[in-house]
């Protein structure tokens, strides 16, 4: 008869799972609350202490770590030698072992008492898990309740070759690293502000892109707490790899201002399109102003739903990607014709996406690793007033979207706000003044008007010339962190050109 261990946390499905087994003529040994499980639906299983002739010690911390155990889990069927010792020693094989570990990370956000999270940190089972994994050709591994009754059928039709064991093994080794891995970050963001000696970044597969950032490059996406399962439903297409980078910097804009009616525009990672007027449908007109041509084939984000009036003037042009709290059925029949836009909603009434706390960049041999870098809700209103002129109160809601903005695109930049929609914008420049002319020559070729607009910088200036620029079209304020040497220069410009300036002592660098 065929053994199978079962002890798992996750109880979803299980007693299901055991039955199946016992149909498929297994016996099951189990422990704890597993076995008592078990046994209130009436399915017969064997204590796993009738087996290691010891009880469960110390409050449960020894229960499955035994000779009994993982003897019967490592011993190796196809060596005589091991099969004599297994013999002489009254070593029972298992052939299926079904765990899944205690619930760490849910022990961690629910309470801050290290005790009761040393308890949460599972010994035995991440024991029987890579013993299971590394005896693979003899003893299948099942660690995800989802394989329940893929893994009976496969039992069940003399199904289960090399190749799908491998696959198990594969998943359960992932499964012990990311466990552990998760305890060590938390460990060291506990006790040494998330800066340990290791770094682990674990994430889970959503989907492999058809390619990377171009054809020749293999692609996926993968998530930290099942971010995009949850809160990313394809409507219409396939996102690339391109797409998914894209999309995260349209909904970041999008949604820095709550529940507002904000549309972003963004083409190859910076935006080109931004406006928060009072409905959505004006909103998009105004952010499709500040570059047209750029938003050609690009994301755009609605922080809301996307209806029928909307879609049917997104449809005018050709732009890839729309993501949105909400499609409306309407909506998409706009875009069925249409076969090359990708439609993507979150399912709720605006976009959100998660603040992650910290931020890594690949380089050539290793990463860097930071805390991630926001704007926080007060930045902009607590920004002290240097120059003489203060901001009007448009000026200071125009001020705050393009400090926003100008945070989260690529420096040297520089945006430009009037009337709650971006009107220029200069990014990713290596010198601070070009990104300020390159704006303001790009809104000159687009006919728009940048008087009385308003400008922010993600870093100081190092001199006047940006100030000087921005007065020769108009700019009535500037915001910016200030810290430069020549904070008096800059600030006796603003005096000069009868502009607002504000410094939040505070840099955004992206790069």
Known sequence: MRRALISVSDKSGIVEFAKELLDLGFEIVSTGGTFRKLQENGIEAIEISEVTKFPEMFDGRVKTLNPMIHGGILYRRDNPQDVET????????????????????????????????IENIDIGGPAMVRSS????????????????????????FDEVDLEYRRELMIEAFEHTASYDAMIANYMNRRFRNGFGEKQFIVGSKVMETRYGE???QKGALYQF????????????????????????????IASAFGDRPAVAIVKHGNPCGFAMKENLLDSYREAL??????????????????????????????????????????????????????????????????????????VEGGFVYQNSDFVKSDEVANAKLVSNREATQQELEDLEIAYKIASLTKSNCVVYVKNSAMVAIGMGMT??????????????????????????????FPFRDSVDEASKVGVSAIIQPGGSIRDDEVIEAANEHGMALYFTGVRHFLH
């Open 86 to 117: 297994a013999k002489e020693h009254g070593i029972v094989g298992i052939d299926l072992v079904c765990v899944n570990l205690y619930p760490f990370k849910e022990t961690t956000e629910r309470t801050d008492d290290f005790d009761e999270i």
């Open 133 to 156: 994994a590394k005896n693979f050709r003899d003893v299948l591994i099942v660690t995800n309740p989802k394989r329940y009754r893929e893994v009976i059928s496969k039992i069940r």
């Open 214 to 216: 171009n054809p020749h």
């Open 225 to 252: 707490d099942n971010f995009f399962t949850q809160n990313f439903k394809t409507l219409k297409g396939e996102a690339s790899f391109n797409n998914l980078t894209d999309i995260n910097g349209a909904i970041k």
């Open 289 to 362: 102003k500040s570059d047209p041509i750029s938003a050609y084939g690009g994301v755009v984000a609605i922080n809301g739903t996307l209806d029928e009036e909307l879609a049917r003037e997104i449809n005018k042009i050709f732009v890839e990607v729309i993501i949105a709290g909400r499609i409306t059925e309407e909506a998409i029949a706009v875009f069925e014709k249409k076969k090359r836009i990708k439609l993507f909603e979150q399912g709720r009434d605006f976009l959100s996406i998660p603040k992650d706390e910290y931020d890594f960049k690949h």
């Open 431 to 460: 010198s601070r003044v070009d990104a300020a002319k390159c704006a303001i020559r790009k809104s000159e070729e687009l006919g728009l008007d940048l008087r009385g607009a308003v400008l922010a910088s993600e870093a100081f």
